[in-house]
RNA sequence: GGCGGGGUGGCCAAGUGGUAAGGCAGAGGACUGCAAAUCCUUUAUCACGGGUUCGAUUCCCGUCCCCGCCUCCA
């Protein structure tokens, strides 16, 4: 394994080091679980997703958290709007979360911690930095003292005396100064809220990073992965508390994806123009879903459109006809020839070992799949060692698309052969419709039988041997706004 | 204002100090009764102006434009 990632922290590529030989601790920000799960939130999960198959692609034993964050201002509104209580509201988000990263093809982290499980980790730690002075609690409330911890900026490259002294500093009455955060919140009428030793309360939002991750995975973890958003101020936070309380290293590798836009602005819920997750799969589908992911390099900024989208159900098009046509001309007893699949492996290899280099990856399997379709007209013509060729071709992009970039070509071919056992007999018949027509020259009535089946999603192609025919991915009509 | 990222063919998108992957779309051709699928051919001097260099799209400086963060945000 000689992967190379991009360090947020280090600002440039550095060789993936982890901690221990051979297995890797990944933490990822997760969800305030307040609702659904939009767009923006899959690409996060599509590029932890892959980065975490890839580690486990290339050896290595990978432990996923991903916190779940049950606690929040905004989960709270959002209960009081529905007069029920906020567990209601966290227990009803997390399980769509849940659903839609199920649907997403995303692998469930190993751990999924609830904020409102670690309360005693969290006061653990604020306990600790009060008692080193870096900390302090004003009625109720526990500010970190930011001035206090040299570090703080390191991530975001931020001086501390260069940042803005913002007007609308929230509790600036209280703060000792105005950059100073909280970790610790004073229960306010009908809020949910635990006993703690400066006073009944609730947990700041960074806190529960800090003590989650090192709670489940120790001290200096892997890679700490997150939107590009969040580097300033919650991850900046999230360091200042571990490392001020305990000195050392809170993550190894800070690896962060860019922000979805719709055309020139961010996708996001304050901004309004997100799109749900759940309905842009069910629009698009699966494979072409990941494959739009995909794309753009995970940190560069990626534009969900119409167009976009359908050049990406095109390319899953073209992946999945490669595979069902070699499958369709190998005979049973053929065995793969993977010395012509190797080449492709480790193109695909060294552009993944390259930050993740998703875009060329894709690109390496566009041209495997070139090779194939090239391969594919002396192998149905029985050559032997085209058939092994194009076995061992299409058996590596399955392999490298769905056990790595997760875009389920052999689970959207199952599902197309459940279909195509179930419609079998009916378009077989009209087949033999449309072959007697043919024979009598009525191209008339062959053409109509034809049109009708690939209205309903059935193509049917024309060979030498006859017609053969089979359920395509519908590609979604051209909408404006995806 | 501060910090960071970016401007590559009609569209998307990699990449490199020595004249630029891949995909989509388009055009032409092969195959086909016509299609579909597939194959072949075909389209760029890399925002602009300087500089460094034998040579820059790739390094440096400046200009213009776009985006993100600085408040909740994947």
Known sequence: MSLVLFDTLRRDKVPFEPREAGSVSMYVCGPTVQSDAHVGHGRLAVVTD??????????????????????????????????????????????????????????????????????????ALIQELIDQDKAYAVDGDVFFRVRRFEGYGKLSRRQVDDMQQGDDVVDSDRK???????????AKPDEPSWPSAWGD??????????????????EGFDIHCGGLDLVFPHHENEIAQHEA??????????????????????????????VALDEALAT???????????????????????????????????????????RQIVSDDTSPDVSVADPHRAAFIAVMDD????????AALHELVSDGNDRLKKAAAGDQAEQQAVLALADLLVELADRV???????????????????????????DARKQARADRD????????????????????????????????????????
């Open 50 to 123: 892959v980065l975490r198959r890839y580690l486990a692609f290339s050896g290595l034993t990978v432990t996923f958290v991903q916190n779940v964050t049950d606690i929040d201002d905004k989960i709270i509104m959002r209960a009081r709007r529905e007069k029920v209580d906020p567990a209601v509201i966290a227990t009803r988000y997390t399980r769509a979360w849940n659903r839609s990263m199920d649907l997403l093809n995303i692998q469930p982290p190993d751990i999924q911690p609830l904020a409102t499980g670690h309360l005693l980790e969290m006061q």
């Open 176 to 186: 000792e100064d105005p950059l100073d955060f909280a970790m610790w919140k004073s």
């Open 201 to 218: 309360g609730r947990p700041g939002w960074h806190i529960e990073c800090s003590a989650m991750a090192v709670k489940h995975l120790g």
């Open 245 to 274: 309380a305990h000195g050392g290293t809170f993550a190894r590798h800070w690896v962060h994806n860019g922000m979805v836009r719709m055309g020139e602005d961010k996708m996001s819920k304050s901004v309004g123009n997100v």
């Open 284 to 326: 698009w589908g699966l494979g072409p879903m990941r494959l739009w992911y995909l794309s753009a390099q995970h940190r560069t900024p990626l534009t969900f459109d119409t167009e976009r989208l359908r050049d990406a159900s095109t390319v899953h098009q073209r992946f999945t006809t490669f595979v069902r046509s070699a």
């Open 355 to 362: 930050d993740l280099n998703a875009p060329a990856a894709v």
């Open 405 to 431: 970039l997760g875009i389920g070509i052999d689970d959207w071919l199952g599902e197309a052969a459940a279909l195509e056992a179930r419609i079998g007999p009916l378009v077989e018949g009209l087949l």
């Open 443 to 482: 191209f008339e009535t062959a053409d109509a039988i034809r049109d009708q089946l690939t209205a309903t999603g059935v193509v049917v192609e024309d060979g030498p041997d006859g017609a053969t025919w089979y359920v395509a991915a519908p590609l979604p009509d051209p909408t404006p706004d995806a």
